[in-house]
């Protein structure tokens, strides 16, 4: 199974996003989505599970929530923004969800994909406007019952 990783596109949805994700069987956003017409977009694509993030306005607010839990071919995922954290840190967010096998957050722009003693931590990095020069990323995560789960990341623009 073929999951799509997005994050902090903050109004943005590049066209780039629909080929990275061609083929997933659903997608996960985590959070600074920026207009919700976003989420019914990536829609077109595979159904879409979200959360909001500290820069999302209340209408947003009023259509997810704070974090997701799924269960997916035996693998626990826990989806959050991470602003709940302040700066958040690998290390906190495998604290948190120890007895998960995969932690999606966003907030920070740093694409990231690191194994911890416990979840698989990633950030698929920010998928909207480049700031501060950080690259413009998602990410595919992979899973496949009994097996660890893996994630890889997609370059957006060059």
Do not use: C
Request: glycine share 10%.
């Amino acid at each position: 199974m073929r999951i799509g990783l997005i994050s902090d596109t903050h109004g943005l949805l590049r066209n780039e996003v629909f080929a990275a994700f061609e083929g997933v069987a659903e997608i996960l956003h985590a959070g600074d989505v920026g207009d919700p017409a976003i989420l019914t977009e990536l829609a077109v694509i595979a159904p879409v599970h979200a959360v909001y993030g500290n820069v999302d306005g209340w209408e947003l607010r009023q259509q997810v929530g704070e974090s997701v839990e799924l269960e997916r071919l035996g693998h626990r995922i826990a989806v959050v923004h991470g602003h709940q954290w302040g700066s958040p840190k690998v290390k906190d967010l495998a604290e948190a969800y120890h007895d998960f096998s995969v932690v999606i957050y966003g907030h920070t722009h740093q694409p990231l994909i690191e194994k911890t003693a416990g979840p698989l931590v990633v950030n698929p990095g920010s998928a909207g406007h480049r700031r501060f020069g950080d690259p413009v990323t998602a990410g595919v995560l992979m899973l496949e019952r009994r097996l660890e789960p893996k994630a890889r990341l997609v370059d957006l623009l060059p």
